[in-house]
């Protein structure tokens, strides 16, 4: 039996494979350390920064970090969490996003995080950035004034779909999502219902027409239990390991 | 360039000049920065059509490609206008006036900034620091570089544009572009020969080669010449203690040891060129006029790391010094400098390709710029791997400043010990400083490293000096009391920017525009740095119209520590910089702009009265709120 490379985690140790980053070790050791834009079926990105944790007294972006043998990771500090909290608010903060009439309330990655992380307000002032919907699909809307530019549409468009359907363009607080037509419309794509783009959107942009609320406000992902438990449930679980 | 936003275009003629700038560019996807940049040429935007073609052509997805052309400042995917004036923002062109001289002058023209007037012909916006700033305010017209804009310089460029006159026929002498060297050392004092610091590091390491061939001793015997040579030249560097002259301050022969030691078939060398730093132009003199020197440091460079591709990325602003660097290219190609067996060293291939940026100050970091080098948005890398190991199209790649690769031809020629011998010690050489603001004498200082900030205001002639921008925004601020401090490393490092402000300059008003600037050069990739920074020009704004409290500059202080541990790159991390520096060292010129010290609304009730009173046609003051009007 080899023993494993470990790295220490708010003080207790994380067992990790060569290549995995920080937040993938954590993850897969059942340790949480909040994300957004991180999923894991995709290369890490390492964008919206609410993984960043403290590791030997540098701050980085967990899930792009590699793990490393011996390193000391602080994440969950009130320093840490106070950072996430604020870029949390700066997403709020930054596009449109009205809960209370929102079909992916309680599906909601970013709302999610908010109630995790205790964000009460929005802490800035809002922006309040005019993003018209894109309701030209038959099957599909876009409502982009709920995007937090995780780029995971994207990734999984190209990277999956081998479609590119989705891109961004613009730059600064301008970036915004483009899809892949003359027209600019989402309906002059090959989009379909069954791409992988259409179910990793982690807010509510990218919604299938017709299946509103079928899961009424209450049973859903995040209503049954915090984030911090449900990504744990969702991490990809390790083989096991000890005997190899 | 003779634009045309007529029918004919795209047309067939826009057709086959597409084919030809695809042809130029090999078809290649990792080239869409420069296709589109010289596609865009012809009628001066990038139609729909245009972009569907060139997706299609290479392969990519049009979203991918709207996405690229969205994301630098130079290329258009609306209309743009016949004529593109931009009025070059950095500070010190507002302290030359560049303000009031585009406002006069988009009312002559009867357009508003940033709209394209309705007939097409002109539109006039604002634009990043073009590098000219000790002959502001500098001008870019349709790309091209105008310096020393003033009334009668822009009546004339009026006149021109309502003449129809296409950019080729205006006078020379609007281009006209100086080098204003005021102070000379070890580089800008040089003069060599194109090829004579490569043929110092090819005997150099012949020389080495001659005494292990000599010394039957040697350990070293068994080792293959070929590296034997480059190692010689290596180690100069090594001794030299040269660090990096883009801000960074990296050990180059670190550097290029690590690039060297990758396993790799091939390797790049890179000049970062792209000069962006508000308040620097260093680089534009030594692309102008010292771009042979410059040229044999890329060669010695990749003879020492063993690259047979180079790379030049030549800012956008820069564009008119394109032709003539082609030209030396060329020159050097027919001298046996650039090409196959330079200098007949059998083996020693190496050649460079220029590439031109189209609008980003993110892409001079290192990696940004490597992305764009390989046509994407300008977006810089996670880390690790670093580029020396995975650097652009994923081989080994030594990115370095053109300052640094002068300095690594003059090491190659005279030796480490010579360039130690100038500087301080954990700074070697010499550092040149593009002084502007308000001084009598603006231009290019090249100093030994350790000169202190009060020789350098003497030098250039600055009086009442208030304070010291040093490296530009990114940088720091500095008050007199401070002026004995020192321009090295260890100290006061610095990118080259000099900016002097005099007793006369609001600091809040430096600051801003500071800010504006980071808020618009943003890449907008991660969180903090897209929305922070667009925050804390809200912010700064607010407060320059009179609305703040001392909540905004507690908000900014908050913001602060987000960008500082959570940004992507250097950009978010130093961004609040200069509100920090001012307001430690100026806090009065924040504090007399307070409406009150707690908070007060931005929303201005009274004034969103008007509409009312208009309507109302009452005037009296019973119809305000408050009492003054």
Not at chain 2, 436 to 464: H, K, M, T
Request: net charge negative; glycine share 10%; hydrophobic share 40%.
């Amino acid at each position: 039996m080899i023993d494993r490379p470990t790295f220490s985690l708010d003080g207790r140790e994380v067992a990790f494979d060569t290549g995995q980053t920080i937040l993938q070790a954590a993850l897969a050791a059942g340790r949480y350390i909040p994300h957004l834009c991180y999923h894991p079926e995709f290369r890490p990105h390492g964008s919206c920064k609410v993984c960043t944790a403290r590791v030997d007294g540098r701050t980085v972006a967990a899930c792009t970090t590699p793990a490393a043998a011996g390193m000391e990771v602080a994440s969950d500090t009130e320093e840490m969490n106070g950072l996430r909290r604020t870029l949390v608010q700066m997403l709020f903060a930054e596009g449109n996003h009205f809960c209370p009439s929102c079909e992916t309330s309680g599906n909601c990655v970013l709302q999610a995080l908010g109630y995790d992380l205790g964000v009460l307000t929005a802490g800035f002032r809002h922006m309040f950035p005019v993003r018209p919907v894109d309701a030209s699909h038959p099957d599909i809307l876009l409502d982009f004034n709920r995007c937090v530019l995780c780029e995971l549409c994207v990734r999984a468009s190209s990277e999956v779909d081998r479609k590119g359907v989705f891109a961004l363009s613009g730059r600064g607080i301008d970036k915004h999502l483009v899809v892949n037509s003359e027209s600019g419309e989402l309906a002059d794509t090959d989009i379909e219902l069954t791409d992988k783009a259409m179910e990793v959107c982690p807010v509510g942009v990218i919604l299938r027409k017709r299946v509103g609320f079928a899961i009424p406000i209450g049973a859903r992902r995040y209503d049954r239990r915090p984030i911090s438990a449900q990504a744990l449930q969702d991490a990809p679980r390790p083989k096991a390991h000890g005997h190899d | 360039m003779s634009t045309d936003t007529t029918a004919t275009c795209p047309g067939p003629e826009t057709e086959r000049q597409l084919r030809r700038v695809l042809a130029r560019w090999g078809g290649a996807p990792t080239h869409l920065v420069q296709i589109l940049r010289e596609a865009q040429e012809r009628c001066g935007w990038l139609p729909p059509a245009t972009l569907s073609s060139l997706a299609s052509a290479l392969g990519l997805p049009l979203a991918a490609v709207r996405g690229v052309a969205g994301f630098y400042a130079f290329l258009h995917t609306e209309p743009a206008g016949t004529y593109r004036i931009l009025f070059s923002d950095n500070v010190t062109d507002r302290m030359q006036g560049s303000e009031a001289l585009m406002e006069e002058f988009c009312r002559q023209l009867w357009v508003e900034p940033g709209k394209v007037s309705e007939d097409g012909l002109v539109c006039v916006d604002r634009t990043s620091c073009t590098g000219l700033c000790d002959q502001g305010p500098g001008l870019l017209v349709n790309g091209r570089a105008i310096p020393r804009a003033d009334r009668e310089r822009l009546a004339l460029i009026r006149e021109l544009i309502l003449e129809r006159r296409p950019l080729e026929a205006w006078p020379d002498e609007l281009f006209e572009i100086a080098d204003n060297v005021r102070r000379r050392h070890v580089l800008l004092g040089s003069n060599l020969r194109p090829g004579e610091a490569m043929r110092a590091a090819l005997e150099r390491g012949a020389a080495v080669e001659r005494e292990l061939a000599a010394n039957e001793r040697s350990w070293r015997e068994g080792i293959p010449d070929d590296s034997q040579g480059p190692l010689a030249t290596l180690r100069e560097i090594e001794r030299s203690g040269l660090r990096g002259r883009g801000g960074a301050g990296f050990t180059t022969a670190a550097k290029w040891a690590a690039c060297r030691a990758a396993p790799a078939g091939i390797r790049y060398v890179v000049c970062n060129a792209d000069e962006g730093e508000p308040g620097t132009f260093k680089d534009r003199v030594l692309l102008a006029s010292h771009a042979e020197l410059l040229l044999d440091g890329m060669t010695v460079a990749a003879f020492c790391v063993g690259a047979r591709a180079g790379l030049l990325y030549l800012r956008g602003e820069y564009h008119y010094l394109l032709a003539p660097l082609e030209a030396r290219l060329e020159a050097r190609r027919a001298a046996g400098l650039l090409g196959r067996n330079l200098l007949g060293r059998r083996g020693f291939d190496f050649d460079i390709t220029i590439h031109v940026g189209a609008g980003s100050y993110v892409c001079g970091e290192e990696s940004a710029l490597l992305e764009s080098l390989e046509g994407r948005r300008g977006i810089p890398r996670n880390r690790p791997p670093y580029p020396v190991t995975h650097g652009y199209l994923g081989h080994p790649t030594i990115v370095n400043n053109v300052e640094t690769l002068c300095a690594a031809a003059l090491i190659a020629m005279h030796g480490g010990d010579w360039f130690r011998s100038v500087g301080t010690p954990r700074s070697s050489g010499s550092k040149i400083l593009s002084v502007a603001g308000d001084c009598a004498r603006p231009g290019l200082y090249e100093y030994p490293f350790g000169v202190s900030v009060r020789e350098v205001l003497e030098d250039c002639g600055a009086q009442r000096t208030l304070a010291v921008q040093v490296s530009g925004p990114s940088g720091r601020c500095i008050d007199a009391s401070e002026f004995e401090r020192r321009i090295a490393f260890e100290d006061l490092p610095t990118a080259g920017a000099f900016t002097v402000f005099d007793d006369s300059r609001d600091m809040f008003e430096v600051a801003r525009n500071y800010i504006e600037f980071f808020a618009h050069e943003s890449c907008g990739f991660c969180t903090p740095c897209r929305v922070g920074t667009s925050m804390l020009r809200g912010i700064m704004d607010k407060i320059h119209r009179g609305r703040g409290s001392l909540h905004e500059l507690e908000e900014m202080s908050r913001l602060n520590p987000v960008l500082q541990m959570s940004a992507h790159c250097g950009l978010g991390h130093t961004a609040c910089n200069p509100v920090l520096d001012t307001l430690k060292r100026f806090r009065p010129a924040y504090e007399r702009r307070l409406q009150a010290l707690r908070f007060a609304p931005d929303f201005d009730l009274d004034a969103a009265l008007a509409a009312a009173r208009r309507a109302t046609g009452r005037d009296d003051a019973g119809a305000y709120l408050e009492d003054e009007r």
